[in-house]
């Protein structure tokens, strides 16, 4: 039995042996069922990890035994993995340690059974979701068995959380599918479908959900032959166990964890560390190893503010539930006015994930080109196998183009992303409700109009709403949903359930000039650019930033956004906050002769292809600031930047620009790249202290350069609500 | 004889066709059920018609794809028709695309359906070339071989010959196995019996294309056509937005330079003063006169009558006298009542030989059974808009196009009656009578 002492069992526990169930089907066969009566999903909380091992000793003490079975409720339910908020709450290292060898000892012990008795066969049956741990518990059986329904995801993604599998995962994958396959799956992350497993030696056999059980049975008792298909014959000899392969195939995938993560994230070096060596070493030195190093990566911040980020993003799909809790429509069939770039890539991925979607332009021209994009982007997914022929049929078939404003009556929802005049927003979305049906919803991508002014002469303004797609729409994972003053409760539940469905992240907005993201955005950039007029090189201002983890520097991202984009965003910033947002002429002296950023191929950078350089004839075109700035450290030069955008989100928090500081830290993360392993900019501020961080807002104001600009000090005044929490020694989050 | 109930008027909702693209051109890469849901897709959406509320999806296609039998279904489906809703593919060779509409229409009459789409589609660049029978042989007899041996004395009685001269689908599609002429010999045999000569034959051809044209530049066609960017498009290629087989420049001396294509060195029948063959599909909606007033739309026309007839296989071209005779008589009205005609352009000798067996007492005696002639055909009503030699005859969908054009006529001259008749190989003809709905 194993000592659960120092695991705590919540005090609402069910009782002993109700977590995991034992049944004896036929003789001797034991199948081991994972269904704990307070979970909708097993998780290896302290109660379930309980049963498993008073279940297991049974198994252990019939020595009548000589086969097992262990599969979940369903075959579309197995278990989701270790207790992530368990790990997340965890500060001691020694405890994390424990929680650990627990697991290790109680899946080696499913491993023992074969190993100890001759003949003795364990098989998973397993479907549905089949993350870390739970992997983990299948790759300790014999055979591995999936449903071949659709949900099945099998995989190891504990190194996105900024842990590694270390229940056995990064021992025994390696072992049993090769070294190469693993450190694939182990570094990425990424779940498998059951196809996928099983090509790459996961799975050893897949089968129809309804067969799940009466097969495992059969394999398990011999009666079923399925031949294991992780062997690699002569390749286990001469690539997973020859030390000189081993050592060129870690230093090529150290370089690739490094050139990706730049150094932020921990995880993945020392899952590689360990999973490339798995076939070398012994199981229980490698136990202690993934024991070691995943306890202290655990209790460190990068796991900490990942696992965070992890957790918000799952509770921005709870925005998909209507008030009462009850799921909302899904819509089958839409319409996206403008085919312009975002137009067309948002109706693109409509038709993808299933929507039936209707894309009218003027421009016949603009409309060939979006059919184009979508076909060969579609086209794409089935060269790469990801879909195949009908499906992709199918979603060619979902994608119609029309030259005039018709046939959008069955239209469930409406985007418009046409031009950004108040004017043509308004005349397009009301010749859209005069044919839409009465439960459409109109939505409008605007980055930078009201969208109570866009609502405020339509019929239904309850059912206007702002969907605030980023550039490019495919590739970025946040949707702002904008709540006009009219907007329902029920429409806002709707698209946030569509923007789901898309594959993005939510976050509930209010109505003001920028929304948040493009807020946070204005003063960023705009700082940056004034670091490069006070004479920082633009170099420096870059890498200064790709150090602070940020994806790109603010330059790279001004060629990406657009300079005429940036500039018009920035304008209308101006307008509606007033001196702090006020811009420097730096684009307006840059952006001259066709110079407009990426889509121009110049901008500060020279892009070819995917390839960019700074542009050296570009200093010579940076009007110069009297400057002091010169002096700053690569350090002081990210934070200024990030000040800006910090000062300005203390102000968007109080004015409830988003709900509280949870969602603006998901949008900062997922809008604007906010690097991950920071937890999000208000995480960033906690790390930091409050005061310190008023402290230096304060200085800043009165830096000489800041101090003699217009609107240079309301920048980076200290907003109330900040300088409240900081009096009090407080944080953001708790 | 006991009373039949009255039958129920049926009504022409709407219709739309894509663009018609010579084969071999910027089609060749489509698939019919594609074109053909495309087009009914986007007739659903502009007519606001909910298609679970259809009854039905027919369609016609002389040559479904092998891996679409029921291209009906495929295509209904596609075109984001519910599951619940059935499809039949109908054929009746040239005729395919109308006998999706009076099929429809036959249903509606008889209160089975209420709402029906009805899909003309083909695309004739993709008739298949099939293994000539020597290689089929031989193939099976390397899927009968049991040993290696025998399967590499099977392979190795392979001949060049069995691979490099396949049937040729569209070819043998155009060939009438009773009377055993391709298409263009028995328009050779009409153009003899009517003395049609070439010179008549060009003269047509060279008004189609004129007729056609002007109507292109007036924006007629604009009233049927969807543009349509095809399967196998590149980056930078446009949608196709008219048909492309009109030829602007064309010119008498151009169409004489050629040679006779069936009958050499003397006959009439030359591939300029023919139909040509191509891809496109149209989609017609259709229901009782009931349902259009519930749904509120004002119908493109009531359909008033049609008819099927048959004929000696080797004078098929003659069919729309025929069937026009016929519809004619079942709809009680007078060919003079007609306003215009639209007479598929198979051949422009069979044309004129229809033009003159419309206006021949003799004909109407011998072959129709009646006391007197149907009526001259004033040259002005006939084709109004051009027809099959400038736009030409994507066999399935040209049924369906010459009842949409003949429909939008009504509108467009202000008319209580148009007709579209074609002639159907095989040896039929095929005509349905439309009449004016006041709305």
Not at chain 1, 626 to 642: G, K
Not at chain 2, 157 to 185: A, H, N, Q, W, Y
Request: proline content about 6%.
């Amino acid at each position: 039995m194993i000592d659960l002492t120092g695991i705590e069992l919540p005090p609402d526990s069910p009782p002993p042996r109700s977590c995991v169930r034992l049944e004896r089907p036929e003789p001797g066969l034991a199948r081991l069922v994972l269904d704990p009566p307070h979970r909708t999903l097993a998780v290896f909380d302290a109660p379930t990890l309980r049963d498993f091992d008073l279940v297991l000793e049974d198994v252990e003490n019939d020595a009548t035994l000589r086969a097992l079975v262990i599969t979940g409720r369903d075959a579309r339910t197995f278990a989701g993995g270790a207790d992530v908020d368990a790990i997340a709450a965890a500060t001691d290292v020694a405890f994390v340690r424990r929680f650990i060898e627990i697991g290790q000892r109680l899946w080696d012990r499913v491993a023992g059974l074969s190993r100890d008795r001759r003949g003795f066969t364990s098989v998973c049956a397993a479907g549905g979701p089949i993350p870390g741990g739970a992997c983990e518990l299948a790759l300790a059986c014999d055979r591995i068995v999936l449903s071949s329904a659709k949900e099945t995801r099998i995989g190891l993604p504990e190194t996105q959380l900024g842990i590694l599998p270390a229940w056995g995962g990064a021992t025994r994958l390696p072992r049993r599918i090769g070294v190469p396959a693993a450190l694939d799956a182990i570094l990425t992350g990424r779940l498998l479908a059951a196809a996928d497993a099983y090509r790459r030696g996961l799975a050893d056999r897949v089968v129809a959900p309804e067969d799940l059980v009466r097969i495992a049975d059969g394999v398990a008792l011999g009666r079923i032959a399925c031949p294991r298909r992780g062997r690699r014959g002569i390749a286990r000899y001469v690539v997973d166990r020859n030390p000189l392969a081993i050592a060129l195939i870690a230093h090529q995938a150290r370089k690739q964890v490094l050139a990706r993560t730049r150094g932020h994230y921990p995880a993945p070096l020392a899952a590689l560390e360990i999973a490339a060596r798995a076939p070398l070493t012994s199981l229980e030195s490698s136990f202690r190893a993934e024991a070691a190093a995943a306890s202290e990566l655990a209790v460190g911040p990068v796991a900490k503010n990942l696992i965070r980020i992890f957790r918000l993003s799952e509770d921005a799909k709870k925005l998909r539930k209507a008030s009462d809790g009850s799921p909302v429509r899904a819509f089958e069939r839409a319409g996206v006015i403008g085919a312009g770039v975002m137009g067309r890539a948002i109706a693109s991925l409509l038709s993808e994930r299933g929507i039936a979607t209707r894309l009218a332009d003027t421009s016949p021209a603009a409309l060939d080109a979006a059919l184009l994009e979508h076909r060969a982007e579609v086209d794409g997914r089935r060269k790469q196998r990801r879909i195949q022929q009908h499906e992709a049929q199918a979603a060619l078939d979902r994608l119609d183009a029309t030259r005039s404003i018709t046939g959008f009556g069955r239209a469930q929802i409406v985007i418009e992303a046409v031009a950004e005049r108040l004017d043509v927003k308004r005349a397009v979305l009301s010749e859209i409700a005069a044919q839409a049906g009465p439960e459409a919803i109109l939505a409008t991508n605007t980055s930078s109009l009201s969208v109570a002014a866009i609502a405020a002469e339509l019929p239904h303004p309850e059912r206007v709403v702002g969907l605030h797609f980023f550039n490019p729409v495919k590739k970025m994972p946040l949707v702002e949903i904008v709540r006009g003053p009219a907007t329902s409760a029920r429409t806002v539940a709707e698209v946030a359930a569509l923007a789901l469905r898309l594959g993005k992240t939510p976050v509930v907005t209010a109505d003001c000039a920028g929304f948040l993201v493009n807020r946070l955005l204005g003063p960023y950039l705009d700082e940056s650019l004034r670091l490069v007029a006070a004479g920082i090189e633009p170099a420096r201002l870059d890498a200064a930033l790709l150090a602070f983890g940020l994806p790109m520097g603010p330059l790279r991202l001004l060629d990406e956004v657009g300079f005429d984009v940036a500039k018009h965003a920035a304008a209308s910033l101006h307008a509606a906050y007033g001196a702090r947002m006020t811009p420097c002429d730096v684009l307006e002296a840059v952006g001259k002769d066709g110079r407009l950023g990426k889509k121009t191929g110049l901008g500060f950078y020279v892009h070819a292809g995917k390839r960019a350089e700074l542009d050296p004839a570009l200093l010579g075109l940076v009007p110069r600031s009297a400057a002091r700035a010169r002096t700053l450290t690569d350090a002081e030069v990210a934070e200024r930047a990030i000040l800006a955008m910090f000062a300005e989100a203390t102000r968007a928090l109080q004015e409830q620009v988003v709900v509280g500081p949870r969602e603006l830290d998901l949008a900062t993360v997922f809008g604007l790249g906010f690097p991950p392993f920071l937890g999000g900019l208000l995480a960033w501020a906690d790390t930091q202290g409050l005061p310190t961080l008023v402290a230096k807002l304060e200085r800043l104001q009165s830096e000489p350069d800041v101090a003699a600009r217009p609107g240079g000090p309301e920048r980076f005044a200290v907003a109330d609500g900040l300088r409240e929490l900081a009096r009090g020694n407080g944080r953001y989050h708790a | 004889m006991s009373a039949r109930p009255p039958r129920r008027d049926v009504v022409l909702l709407a219709g739309l066709r894509t663009p018609m693209a010579r084969a071999g051109g910027v089609f060749a890469r489509e698939d019919a059920a594609h074109l053909g849901a495309s087009v009914l897709r986007e007739l659903l959406a502009r007519s606001n018609v909910d298609p679970g509320t259809l009854d039905e999806v027919v369609a016609g296609c002389a040559g479904p794809p092998s891996d679409q039998a029921n291209v009906a279904r495929v295509l209904a489906l596609r075109a984001g028709v519910p599951e619940h809703v059935p499809a039949r593919t109908v054929a009746r060779n040239c005729a395919s695309g109308m006998e999706a509409l009076t099929s429809a229409a036959t249903s509606i009459e008889a209160g089975r359906a209420e709402l029906v789409a009805c899909v003309g589609v083909e695309v004739m660049s993709r008739f298949p070339l099939f293994y000539n029978e020597a290689a089929t042989r031989q193939f099976e007899r390397v899927s009968r071989a049991r040993t290696p041996l025998q399967r590499v004395a099977a392979l190795a009685g392979f001949r060049p010959k069995m691979l490099l001269t396949p049937r040729i689908g569209i070819v043998e599609g155009l060939t009438d196995p009773i009377s055993g002429l391709v298409m263009g010999k028995t328009a050779e045999i009409l153009a003899r019996e009517f003395g049609v000569s070439r010179e008549d034959a060009d003269r047509f051809a060279l008004q189609s294309h004129q007729r056609a044209r002007a109507a292109r530049d007036a924006g007629r066609f604009a009233r049927e056509i969807v543009p349509h960017l095809p399967l196998g498009a590149r980056a930078g290629d446009r949608a196709l937005e008219h048909d492309d087989g009109i030829r602007d420049g064309q010119t008498i001396e151009q169409l004489a330079k050629l040679g006779p294509y069936f009958e050499k060195p003397d006959g009439r029948v030359t591939v300029g003063n023919s139909c040509g063959i191509t891809d496109a599909a149209a989609a017609l909606i259709v229901s009782s006169a009931q349902k259009a007033r519930e749904l509120g739309v004002t119908p493109l026309a009531r359909i008033r009558a049609w008819a099927y007839a048959g004929l000696d296989p080797a004078r098929m071209g003659l069919g729309p006298v025929y069937a026009t005779a016929k519809a004619l008589d079942a709809g009680g009205a007078r060919l003079d009542d007609v306003a215009s005609i639209e007479l598929n352009e198979a051949f422009a000798a069979q044309v004129l030989a229809c033009v003159a067996a419309f206006d021949s007492d003799t004909f109407a005696r011998e072959k129709l059974g009646r006391g007197a002639r149907l009526g001259a055909l004033d040259p002005a009503r006939l084709n109004p808009n051009g027809g099959a030699i400038a736009l030409g005859h994507p066999v399935g969908c040209t049924g369906a196009r010459i009842v949409l054009s003949a429909a939008h006529e009504l509108a467009v001259r202000d008319a209580e009656l148009t007709l579209a008749t074609l002639c159907i190989g095989g040896g039929q003809g095929g005509a349905v009578l439309l009449e004016r709905v006041s709305s």
